[in-house]
């Protein structure tokens, strides 16, 4: 494929995560340093799809002076959605149902009308599976991962976990005293969709007394022996961290919304269930504390700013290049790319033999089994 570029697109998909900002301003950066034009697409792809939405343009020129001064901060500048699958878009018919239907022929048409070369897209495994679907259909794209749980296969982390591990940690800090000034049980659930790592990393690092995580089917008998070996031992408190994706041992895991049309289904609401059944068969106060979005927002630790340039500028590379339909993935000591399709539709769970598992049991952890 020839390596010719003068103008580029960025988007941002899916939830957001701290080190957005730093990922677009590198790839400005270093795309404008060769030459390049880019430009921002809003929300996704619904800058696009929707220009009528945005007055000021669904699309936009992005210059070193629009991104000067971003790198730091949460979120996004371009905005994002995670309902706005051109592969299955949601759309009401005449009749009043709802139907997706497949809109990325217009996204093409786009580029090809606006003399846009090539696609950087930023984003998780949602993001990345349509951007693999794009490059299959003709369009120059490589992708940038991103997401707070660290569940993209194929790189050993994602810009975003760092941060939100980080901020996970220093509450767990601060729950330890009042928890322990309460006698209670505390149960703190965290993001992760289907992936343990948030709470595997944040629950070690914080001093939790027990793990829950969906790689492990749990039974709460265990944890609850553990909260009662505790108390015999006059340390009258428990921390318990809970993923959001975890579940009982022949139990369902806790649902808010299931999936529809145009999204996936959103977890949310074990860390309430579990608090009930401790509570009542350890006999001790307990209280829940969901930390929810507050995962996601914030400024980028320095790790994942770090990380975020180097994605951006290894995007910005790798179209120089000639390459379409990969990933940049951290591999150590470098960036590196790998093939779109190995990362679509995959997952990358927490390994059951992994040593930072066996750190927490090492330090006396509950994982529930």
């Known amino acids: 494929m020839s390596s010719h570029i003068r103008r580029i697109a960025i988007c941002t998909g899916g939830g957001d995560a701290p080190g957005l900002n730093a990922v677009i301003r590198a790839v400005v950066i270093a795309a404008v340093h060769r030459g390049w034009e880019c430009y921002g697409i809003r929300e996704g792809y619904n800058g696009i799809l929707f220009p009528e939405r945005f007055p000021e343009?669904?699309?936009?020129?992005?210059?070193?002076?629009?991104?000067?001064?971003?790198?730091?901060?949460?979120?996004?500048?371009?905005?994002?959605?995670?309902?706005?699958?051109?592969?299955?878009?949601?759309?009401?018919?005449?009749?009043?149902?709802?139907?997706?239907?497949?809109?990325?022929?217009?996204?093409?048409?786009?580029?090809?009308?606006?003399?846009?070369?090539?696609?950087?897209?930023?984003?998780?495994?949602?993001?990345?599976?349509?951007?693999?679907?794009?490059?299959?259909?003709?369009?120059?794209?490589?992708?940038?991962?991103?997401?707070?749980?660290?569940?993209?296969?194929?790189?050993?982390?994602?810009?975003?976990?760092?941060?939100?591990?980080?901020?996970?940690?220093?509450?767990?800090?601060?729950?330890?005293?009042?928890?322990?000034?309460?006698q209670r049980v505390m149960v703190v659930e965290v993001m992760g969709r289907y992936a343990g790592w948030i709470a595997l990393h944040?629950?070690?690092?914080?001093?939790?007394?027990?793990?829950?995580?969906?790689?492990?089917?749990?039974?709460?008998?265990?944890?609850?022996?553990?909260?009662?070996?505790?108390?015999?031992?006059?340390?009258?408190?428990?921390?318990?961290?809970?993923?959001?994706?975890?579940?009982?041992?022949?139990?369902?895991?806790?649902?808010?919304?299931?999936?529809?049309?145009?999204?996936?289904?959103?977890?949310?609401?074990?860390g309430e269930r579990i608090t009930k059944v401790l509570e009542d068969r350890t006999g001790k106060d307990a209280r829940v504390v969901v930390l929810g979005h507050l995962l996601r927002g914030g400024s980028p630790t320095s790790f994942d700013r770090l990380a975020a340039m180097r994605f951006g500028t290894a995007a910005v590379r790798a179209l120089e290049e000639g390459q379409s339909g990969v990933m940049v993935a951290l591999a150590f000591p470098n960036v590196n790319y790998v093939a779109l399709e190995d990362v679509a539709g995959r997952m990358k769970g927490v390994p059951l033999d992994c040593d930072t598992l066996q750190t927490g049991r090492d330090m006396g952890i509950s994982f529930g089994d």
Do not use: W
């Open 202 to 270: 944040a629950g070690i690092a914080g001093g939790a007394h027990a793990i829950l995580i969906p790689e492990i089917p749990f039974d709460l008998d265990k944890v609850v022996a553990k909260i009662l070996d505790r108390d015999s031992e006059g340390r009258m408190y428990s921390i318990v961290v809970v993923a959001e994706g975890a579940e009982a041992i022949h139990g369902q895991r806790a649902v808010l919304e299931p999936a529809e049309i145009g999204h996936a289904e959103r977890l949310g609401g074990i």
């Open 57 to 182: 343009g669904g699309v936009f020129r992005l210059t070193r002076d629009k991104v000067r001064g971003i790198g730091h901060l949460g979120g996004t500048i371009l905005g994002t959605t995670n309902k706005g699958d051109p592969l299955h878009f949601p759309m009401k018919m005449p009749d009043g149902t709802m139907k997706d239907l497949d809109r990325s022929d217009e996204i093409l048409e786009f580029f090809a009308k606006k003399e846009l070369d090539a696609l950087v897209s930023i984003g998780g495994d949602g993001s990345l599976t349509i951007a693999n679907a794009l490059h299959l259909k003709g369009l120059r794209v490589v992708g940038v991962p991103k997401t707070i749980d660290n569940d993209l296969d194929k790189t050993f982390t994602t810009f975003g976990f760092d941060t939100a591990v980080g901020f996970a940690t220093e509450c767990l800090d601060r729950l330890h005293s009042t928890a322990e000034s309460h």
